[in-house]
């Protein structure tokens, strides 16, 4: 059952402390060759890891969260020692890093470098009244279903165990999340009736049926 919120470096920080490992002292080449992973890569629409260097450290930030440092671990890789995770860079011919992979928990996360913006797919606004027949339950599995649910204006969906979380209309049967990279598309029958919803995320594609 895909997990919406990403694993993403502070949710265990304070609670799961990494083994210590020791890292050789950098040359002053190796702290020039830091400025070629330098820069922003994108989670999801409104979940973005900034990567900088602070002297001969490199740092990273993820949206809302404090700066904490990594450290060289190979050929383009990185661990962190506030908690059992590594970063892998993506580099391209010119040896200029294009995306980060987050490797936690057994889990690999992939963000894109982008430049300006965070990329966020186009909003549109969907009457209450046209949400609302797509408001209910939503069942994955016996123990996994998903709630659709609306306050006013906003629309939220909560799976069972996890928070809840606002999702933005594409279009009237198709929604998205800030916080993590996936998309919801909604189902219906011959009478326009909601039969069921697709969640896509991480490349897979899950399908949940509307309960009565």
Do not use: C, W
Not at 45 to 67: C, N, W, Y
Not at 141 to 147: E, G, H, Q, R
């Amino acid at each position: 059952m895909a997990r919406y919120m990403l694993l993403l470096l502070l949710a265990l920080m304070t609670t799961q402390q990494a083994p210590p490992k020791s890292a050789a002292a950098p040359t002053a080449d190796d702290v020039a060759a830091l400025d070629r992973y330098v820069g922003r890569y994108q989670f999801a629409p409104a979940v973005i890891m900034t990567v900088s260097r602070d002297g001969e450290h490199l740092m990273v930030q993820l949206t809302g969260q404090p700066k904490v440092e990594i450290i060289p671990d190979g050929d383009n890789e990185f661990f962190l020692q506030v908690i059992d995770a590594q970063i892998t860079f993506e580099m391209n011919d010119k040896d200029r890093a294009t995306a980060l992979v987050l490797h936690q928990l057994g889990r690999d996360q992939r963000a894109a470098r982008i430049e300006g913006e965070p990329v966020v797919p186009k909003e549109v606004t969907v009457a209450p009244g046209v949400f609302d027949r797509l408001a209910g339950q939503y069942e994955f599995a016996p123990s996994a279903v998903i709630t659709i649910s609306r306050e006013g204006a906003h629309f939220y969906e909560q799976l069972t165990g996890q928070g809840r979380f606002e999702i933005f209309a594409t279009s009237e049967r198709e929604y998205f999340l800030k916080v993590v990279d996936a998309q919801i598309t909604f189902e219906v029958d011959s009478q326009m009736r909601t039969t069921s919803l697709v969640l896509r995320q991480g490349g897979r594609e899950i399908r949940a049926t509307k309960l009565p």
